[in-house]
């Protein structure tokens, strides 16, 4: 039985440590695009628009729209959105959410 409990929690734990992480990076379809998604993170400067309010699939037709976009940054909480020129240098911050076109 102690074997099983063992086995049991190392399970458990790989899992989490698998599935968590899938919450930092992650590729993610948003209309006919694919996007690497970076969460709370930002990519300052660089900004080529800023929009709001706007959900992120708006956010992201427009980025694809824009032949010198290369990703947005979006606040879920204020449904601001700024589009970027360059998605190069991140900077953790709390809230925000990248979206990089692939």
Same mark, same amino acid.
């Given at each position: %039985? /102690?074997?099983f409990l063992t086995a049991a929690v190392i399970l458990?734990?790989?899992?989490?440590? @698998?599935? +968590? &992480? %899938? +919450?930092q990076y992650? !590729?993610?379809? $948003?209309? !006919?695009k694919l996007w690497d998604r970076r969460v709370d993170t930002d990519f300052p400067k660089n900004d080529l /628009? !800023? $929009?709001?309010p706007i959900t992120h699939h708006t956010c992201a037709r427009l980025c694809a729209e824009?032949?010198? @976009? /290369? &990703?947005?940054?979006?606040?879920? /909480?204020?449904q601001q959105c700024w589009l970027k020129g360059d998605m190069s240098k991140s900077v953790s911050a709390t809230g925000r959410h &990248?979206? $990089?076109?692939l």
């Amino acid at each position: %039985m /102690k074997s099983f409990l063992t086995a049991a929690v190392i399970l458990a734990m790989i899992l989490f440590l @698998c599935f +968590s &992480g %899938m +919450s930092q990076y992650e !590729d993610v379809a $948003i209309g !006919d695009k694919l996007w690497d998604r970076r969460v709370d993170t930002d990519f300052p400067k660089n900004d080529l /628009k !800023d $929009i709001m309010p706007i959900t992120h699939h708006t956010c992201a037709r427009l980025c694809a729209e824009t032949p010198t @976009c /290369k &990703g947005f940054v979006r606040d879920p /909480k204020t449904q601001q959105c700024w589009l970027k020129g360059d998605m190069s240098k991140s900077v953790s911050a709390t809230g925000r959410h &990248g979206f $990089i076109l692939l």
